[in-house]
Every structure is written in structure tokens, then in C-alpha cells.
């Protein structure tokens, strides 16, 4: 067996079933052994950063470890990006890289780069192996602390090495034997501490719950805790698939992207409870109010708003032995309150949907998705405008899974999203929203990805949604509302291309929307296709992604460079008016 040989099968045995890849000859020795083998399914992206953010969503959907593997040099720097936004997410995910030969190691050699000092920022753990005897615990320690510690850790290969003779450690000085397997450890507080966090819910009038994506897992936890509490519940948005958004007292998303009842809840609340949460805009927390704090990671804890009590612990069980503690609070004043405000809302998300536009609301598009989308489905978001509609117009149903990139926010996830979902899940429909930016940074590279396997695929499902508005709309609206500058045509344009044409081109079925009242039969059409789809919509780049409470100095600067502005023509009368509406805390009358 050479060492390559046993490093396939030590993967296996960790129960490896996928990598997300692509070859070059610094890894050629993995690639034999893996088609040798034949165990493990080969996933070839068109971009290593893509392979990273396919095993990225591919954990993010299964809970499981994802693997990518590039070759050495420029293979391996381009699996960075990717890597970071495992770490950001806090996802498994072992990335193995090639190597220059050891002779040469040092040497300046082609594509020899110390690729153990490039990744060390991002990994948890990284080692480039020397000598095949080092081979097991190199594997066994990266995957471990992968799993344990929920990060991104590095492996990297030297091409001789992988065609060495695979040499076990022995018993003696100077080795050592390791193994594999991992159980993750329940985590939970003292007594006495929950009797503390208890004491603080307890005292408190209205309370409110933010949770994140830490708190998967703790769905009827979290509501059995809102229930007695009386409280309402603001997700962080990788938070949002944890609790359906047709519960009445669940406020949707919080943030810049967030919904005004989110805003408003963290106002008013005078007591918080935050579960398995690192949001990190901590404007939208409350100014002053007794904090209680519960996080599997003790560097998250007390981090944005500084909380009384502090409960390292897994979310359910923590949940589970606090709920007893908890008195049921009798007056439903808060709940009715805050129902109120999301009866109002839903209204104006509507309205605003259905406002006119040139030609295609954005809002809409999302408007329209969301009813239509089948229970089993999986939703991913680009960076970028339509991250905004994602996280307010998309009202997330129980068994619905969604996620985007979260911590990092990078433009180009989506797609490889998709694709890490459809292989974590092959029965399930997948839905990508992506911004025509991010379609051109890379999204459209991946769509040749997807004709590759589409076929393989029970379900065969994949609609991707191009908001094609010719612009980096995210950012014009930042530079417009937090700079006070106008358009800047250079940065900003977006060439403007045929999606829809690209997806015939490939062999996946395209669909152009310029007209509003088309949207409705569109998705319905993308969503019963026989294959991959691009629904390809002309948005109107005019309809500002608003934060939800816009403050008057920004409102101000955003008049400011709107009267500078050559081409701002009806955006002054269409969006104008709902910055002022929003300075004023008024609602949208269209
Ligand atoms: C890799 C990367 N580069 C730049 C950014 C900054 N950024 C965030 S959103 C965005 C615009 C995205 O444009 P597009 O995909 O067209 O979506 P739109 O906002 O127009 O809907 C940019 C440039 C980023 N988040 N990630
Ligand atoms: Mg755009």
C-alpha cells in the first residue's frame, strides 16, 4: 500500500463518502488512489474556491465533515477564500492540498509555496506531512479537531511523499500510534447558573430571544422558552431556517437586513436571552436590558452585548433543563404587541413588493418564490441585493433548509451552495438567488457544474434566480446612503448578458421575466422543470435595499447624493419617499 493508498483509506474510515475537488500534479498521487479505489465520489468544481464553498454548504446541509482538495501552489492559494468562510460559519471542513516534492522543498521550486504559513490564519490545524509514518495522526488530529472545534483544518501532501510506501508508526521512541473517532460531548451549565439565567427571564416583563444558527437543533426548545417566556424571537440570518417565520411571534431577521419588528422587539425588550447567536451588529441590540447568553463556544459568549449570565452549554439541553425554572408569564400584552407589529409588517412587505418598478420590483421576485416553494427545499443567497429580499420576503417554512455565505458575506456562494446541497441531498429541490455580479464573478463558471451532474440527481431541481439589474447594487446603495456619493458608473456597471440564453447553451432549460405579472407562472415553471433552471429576471436597480431603522444623517447624505446623481430620474420619487418613511418610523403606503 503507498501512503496516497492509505490516506484514502483512512478517510473512509472516518466515514468520508465525498470530496469536492479538482487535480493538477501536486495531488496526483490522491487522485490515482482515490480512482483506484473508488470508494469515495469525486465532485470536480470548475474553481478550487468553489470546491471550498461546495464542502462549506455540503456540512452547513448534512452536519457532517466537508472535504475539498486542490493541488500545491496556485491550486491551494485558491482554496483560501473558501476556507475562510468555513471558519467564519464555524463549518467542518478538512481541505487537502499538494505539495512540490520534499527534495525540493525550500528551493523556490514551480508551484512550492509554504502553503502551511498561507493557511495558518485560516486553519485550526495544518501540517504538511514529511514522512509516511506521520500520515495517521496528521489525519486523524485534522479531522478530529475539525469536528470538535467546528472549523476549517489542512492537510497538506508533498508529491513524492504520496507515492512512498505507507509505513505504520511503530511502538518506540520518537512515534507515535494514533486512531480515529470522535463523539461530540452534551455540554450543559451548573444548576446553579440556570437558577441565575432563570432569575433574570423571570424578572423580566418583555422579553426577547435572538438566535442563531447555534440553535438548530433546538427548534422545539426554543419555542417551549418563547411560549413561557412570552417572548418574541429575531433569528440572526444564519439563524433563519431554526424557527418557521409563520409563527406569530417570530420577527424574522435582525440587522441591516433585518425587518423593523426585529428593530423594534430589541427596543422595547427590557430583558434578552440570546441562543447560539454571533450577530454582529451590535447597534440592533438593546440599548439597556438584563442579558442572558447561551453558546456551545465560550469565545462567543458576552462578545456583542454584555449579559449577566453566561451559559456555555449545548442550546437544547441547556433549553431543556432552564424551561422547568422558567414561570409562565400571564400577560400577554408583550406577545399581542408584537404580533401586532408583524401583522403590520407582513402588510407593508407586500405593499413594497408590489410597488411599481422599471421593470421588475426585486422584492417581488422573492415575493412571489416563497409561497410557491416546496416544503422539502433548500434556498441559498448570493451577497449582494437579493441577500436583503432573502432574509425579509422569504418566509422560511418547518423543514425548509437555507443558508448563505454568513460571517465572511462573500459574492459567489451561492451556486456552489446549491451544488454542495444537491449532493448532501439529491431528492431535494434547490433554489439559488444570485445577484448578475456574482453571476459573472463566478456563479455562471459553477452553472457548467451543475449541466455536468445534473442527470445524477433524483430530483433534478436546481432553479437558480439572476437578478439582472446591470449593477453592484448592494454597494451603489451603500455608497449612496453611508457615503453620501453618487453612482459611480466605474465601479458599478455590470455588462449586461443573457442568462437565460447562457442556461440553453449548456443544456439547462432558461427562463427571462421582464414583465411583473409573469413572475408567478415563472417560478411555477422553474419549480416543476425537468431540469436545472436559470429564471432569469430584469430587475429595477432603483429600489433601495433599506436598513430597517435608516438614520436622519444617512437619509440626509442619501438626498444628498441622489441630487448629485445624472441618472436618478424616478428614484428620487420611488425611493425618496421610503427613506423618509423609514427615518420617521412611518409605514410605507406603497
Ligand atoms: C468577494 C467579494 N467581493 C466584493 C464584495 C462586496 N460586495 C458585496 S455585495 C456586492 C454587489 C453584488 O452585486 P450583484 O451580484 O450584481 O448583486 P446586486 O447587489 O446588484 O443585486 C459587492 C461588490 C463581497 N461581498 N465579496
Ligand atoms: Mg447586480
Same mark, same amino acid.
Given at each position: 500500500?503507498?501512503?496516497a493508498e492509505?490516506f484514502i483509506e483512512r478517510l473512509k474510515t472516518w466515514g468520508v463518502k465525498r470530496i469536492f475537488g479538482?487535480?493538477?500534479?501536486?495531488?496526483?498521487?490522491v487522485i490515482?488512489a482515490l480512482q483506484h479505489d473508488g470508494g469515495i465520489d469525486f465532485i470536480?468544481?470548475?474553481?478550487?474556491?468553489?470546491?471550498?464553498?461546495?464542502?462549506?454548504?455540503?456540512?452547513?446541509?448534512? !452536519?457532517?465533515l466537508?472535504v475539498?482538495l486542490?493541488? !500545491?501552489?496556485? *491550486?491551494?492559494?485558491?482554496?483560501?477564500?473558501?476556507?475562510?468562510?468555513?471558519?467564519?460559519?464555524?463549518?467542518?471542513?478538512?481541505?487537502i492540498?499538494?505539495?512540490?516534492?520534499?527534495?525540493?522543498?525550500?528551493?523556490?521550486?514551480?508551484?512550492?509555496?509554504?502553503?502551511?504559513?498561507?493557511?495558518?490564519?485560516?486553519?485550526?490545524?495544518?501540517?504538511?506531512?514529511?514522512?509516511?509514518?506521520?500520515?495517521?495522526?496528521?489525519?486523524?488530529?485534522?479531522?478530529?479537531?475539525?469536528?470538535?472545534?467546528?472549523?476549517?483544518?489542512?492537510?497538506?501532501?508533498?508529491?513524492?511523499?504520496? %507515492?512512498? $510506501?505507507? %509505513?505504520? $508508526?511503530?511502538?518506540?521512541?520518537?512515534?507515535?500510534?494514533?486512531?480515529? !473517532? #470522535?463523539?461530540?460531548?452534551?455540554?450543559?451549565?451548573? %444548576?446553579?447558573? =440556570?437558577?441565575?439565567?432563570?432569575?433574570?427571564?423571570?424578572?423580566?416583563?418583555?422579553?426577547?430571544?435572538?438566535?442563531?444558527?447555534?440553535?438548530?437543533?433546538?427548534?422545539?426548545?426554543?419555542?417551549?422558552?418563547?411560549?413561557?417566556?412570552?417572548?418574541?424571537?429575531?433569528?440572526?440570518?444564519?439563524?433563519?431556517?431554526?424557527?418557521?417565520?409563520?409563527?406569530?411571534?417570530?420577527?424574522?431577521?435582525?440587522?441591516?437586513?433585518?425587518?423593523?419588528?426585529?428593530?423594534?422587539?430589541?427596543?422595547?425588550?427590557?430583558?434578552?436571552?440570546?441562543?447560539?447567536?454571533?450577530?454582529?451588529?451590535?447597534?440592533?441590540?438593546?440599548?439597556?436590558?438584563?442579558?442572558?447568553?447561551?453558546?456551545?463556544?465560550?469565545?462567543? @459568549?458576552?462578545?456583542?452585548?454584555?449579559? &449577566?449570565?453566561? =451559559?456555555?452549554?449545548?442550546?437544547?439541553?441547556?433549553?431543556? @433543563?432552564?424551561?422547568?425554572?422558567?414561570?409562565?408569564?400571564?400577560?400577554?400584552?408583550?406577545?399581542?404587541?408584537? &404580533?401586532?407589529?408583524?401583522?403590520?409588517?407582513?402588510?407593508?412587505?407586500?405593499?413594497?413588493?408590489?410597488?411599481?418598478?422599471?421593470?421588475?420590483?426585486?422584492?417581488?421576485?422573492?415575493?412571489?418564490?416563497?409561497?410557491?416553494?416546496?416544503?422539502?427545499?433548500?434556498?441559498?443567497?448570493?451577497? *449582494?441585493?437579493?441577500?436583503?429580499? #432573502?432574509?425579509?420576503?422569504?418566509?422560511?417554512?418547518?423543514?425548509?433548509?437555507?443558508?448563505?455565505?454568513?460571517?465572511?458575506?462573500?459574492?459567489?456562494?451561492?451556486?456552489?451552495?446549491?451544488?454542495?446541497?444537491?449532493?448532501?441531498?439529491?431528492?431535494?429541490?434547490?433554489?439559488?438567488?444570485?445577484?448578475?455580479?456574482?453571476?459573472?464573478?463566478?456563479?455562471?463558471?459553477?452553472?457548467?457544474?451543475?449541466?455536468?451532474?445534473?442527470?445524477?440527481?433524483?430530483?433534478?431541481?436546481?432553479?437558480?434566480?439572476?437578478?439582472?439589474?446591470?449593477? =453592484?447594487?448592494?454597494?451603489?446603495? %451603500?455608497?449612496?446612503?453611508?457615503?453620501?456619493?453618487?453612482? #459611480?458608473?466605474?465601479?458599478?456597471?455590470?455588462?449586461?448578458?443573457?442568462?437565460?440564453?447562457?442556461?440553453?447553451?449548456?443544456?439547462?432549460?432558461?427562463?427571462?421575466?421582464?414583465?411583473?405579472?409573469?413572475?408567478?407562472?415563472?417560478?411555477?415553471?422553474?419549480?416543476?422543470?425537468?431540469?436545472?433552471?436559470? =429564471?432569469?429576471?430584469?430587475?429595477?436597480?432603483?429600489?433601495?435595499?433599506?436598513? $430597517?431603522?435608516?438614520?436622519?444623517?444617512?437619509?440626509?447624505?442619501?438626498?444628498?447624493?441622489?441630487?448629485?446623481?445624472?441618472?436618478?430620474?424616478?428614484?428620487?420619487?420611488?425611493?425618496?419617499?421610503?427613506?423618509?418613511?423609514?427615518?420617521?418610523?412611518?409605514?410605507?403606503?406603497?
Amino acid at each position: 500500500m503507498n501512503t496516497a493508498e492509505f490516506f484514502i483509506e483512512r478517510l473512509k474510515t472516518w466515514g468520508v463518502k465525498r470530496i469536492f475537488g479538482y487535480p493538477g500534479d501536486g495531488i496526483n498521487g490522491v487522485i490515482g488512489a482515490l480512482q483506484h479505489d473508488g470508494g469515495i465520489d469525486f465532485i470536480q468544481a470548475r474553481h478550487e474556491e468553489m470546491a471550498a464553498f461546495m464542502a462549506v454548504a455540503y456540512a452547513k446541509f448534512t !452536519g457532517e465533515l466537508g472535504v475539498c482538495l486542490a493541488t !500545491g501552489g496556485p *491550486g491551494a492559494t485558491h482554496l483560501i477564500t473558501g476556507l475562510y468562510d468555513a471558519r467564519a460559519d464555524h463549518m467542518p471542513v478538512l481541505a487537502i492540498c499538494g505539495q512540490g516534492p520534499t527534495t525540493v522543498r525550500g528551493a523556490s521550486y514551480q508551484q512550492e509555496l509554504n502553503l502551511d504559513r498561507a493557511f495558518m490564519d485560516v486553519a485550526e490545524y495544518v501540517q504538511e506531512v514529511a514522512t509516511p509514518a506521520q500520515l495517521p495522526h496528521v489525519i486523524d488530529r485534522a479531522i478530529r479537531l475539525a469536528i470538535a472545534r467546528r472549523a476549517p483544518t489542512a492537510i497538506i501532501l508533498p508529491k513524492d511523499l504520496q %507515492e512512498e $510506501p505507507f %509505513e505504520a $508508526p511503530k511502538r518506540a521512541a520518537g512515534q507515535t500510534r494514533s486512531g480515529p !473517532g #470522535y463523539a461530540r460531548p452534551v455540554i450543559v451549565p451548573e %444548576e446553579a447558573d =440556570l437558577r441565575r439565567a432563570a432569575d433574570v427571564l423571570n424578572a423580566g416583563e418583555r422579553v426577547a430571544m435572538l438566535i442563531g444558527a447555534g440553535a438548530a437543533g433546538a427548534v422545539d426548545e426554543v419555542i417551549a422558552v418563547a411560549d413561557k417566556l412570552g417572548a418574541g424571537v429575531a433569528k440572526a440570518l444564519l439563524g433563519k431556517s431554526v424557527l418557521p417565520d409563520n409563527l406569530p411571534f417570530v420577527t424574522g431577521s435582525i440587522g441591516l437586513l433585518g425587518t423593523k419588528p426585529s428593530s423594534e422587539l430589541m427596543n422595547a425588550c427590557d430583558t434578552l436571552l440570546i441562543v447560539g447567536s454571533g450577530f454582529p451588529w451590535s447597534e440592533f441590540l438593546p440599548e439597556k436590558a438584563r442579558g442572558v447568553q447561551i453558546d456551545i463556544d465560550p469565545a462567543m @459568549l458576552s462578545l456583542r452585548y454584555p449579559c &449577566e449570565v453566561n =451559559l456555555h452549554g449545548s442550546a437544547a439541553e441547556t433549553l431543556r @433543563l432552564l424551561l422547568p425554572m422558567l414561570k409562565k408569564k400571564t400577560d400577554g400584552d408583550w406577545r399581542r404587541k408584537i &404580533e401586532g407589529w408583524m401583522g403590520d409588517w407582513w402588510e407593508t412587505l407586500e405593499a413594497r413588493a408590489k410597488t411599481k418598478a422599471h421593470p421588475v420590483n426585486p422584492q417581488r421576485v422573492v415575493w412571489e418564490m416563497s409561497p410557491r416553494l416546496p416544503d422539502n427545499v433548500i434556498v441559498t443567497s448570493d451577497s *449582494g441585493s437579493c441577500a436583503n429580499w #432573502y432574509a425579509r420576503d422569504y418566509r422560511v417554512k418547518r423543514g425548509q433548509m437555507c443558508s448563505l455565505s454568513g460571517g465572511l458575506a462573500s459574492m459567489g456562494a451561492a451556486v456552489p451552495y446549491a451544488i454542495g446541497a444537491k449532493f448532501a441531498h439529491p431528492d431535494r429541490p434547490v433554489v439559488a438567488l444570485v445577484g448578475d455580479g456574482t453571476m459573472q464573478m463566478n456563479n455562471m463558471a459553477e452553472l457548467i457544474t451543475v449541466a455536468k451532474y445534473w442527470e445524477r440527481w433524483p430530483d433534478k431541481r436546481l432553479v437558480t434566480c439572476v437578478f439582472n439589474n446591470e449593477d =453592484l447594487n448592494q454597494v451603489t446603495w %451603500e455608497q449612496r446612503v453611508m457615503m453620501g456619493n453618487a453612482r #459611480y458608473a466605474a465601479s458599478q456597471d455590470i455588462p449586461d448578458v443573457r442568462y437565460s440564453r447562457f442556461a440553453e447553451l449548456i443544456g439547462l432549460k432558461g427562463i427571462f421575466v421582464d414583465d411583473p405579472q409573469d413572475l408567478g407562472s415563472a417560478w411555477d415553471e422553474a419549480l416543476s422543470a425537468d431540469r436545472p433552471v436559470i =429564471l432569469e429576471v430584469k430587475t429595477d436597480p432603483e429600489i433601495a435595499p433599506l436598513p $430597517p431603522h435608516i438614520s436622519l444623517k444617512e437619509a440626509k447624505k442619501f438626498m444628498f447624493s441622489m441630487a448629485k446623481d445624472e441618472d436618478a430620474g424616478h428614484v428620487i420619487k420611488d425611493t425618496a419617499r421610503q427613506v423618509l418613511n423609514a427615518v420617521l418610523h412611518k409605514e410605507d403606503a406603497d
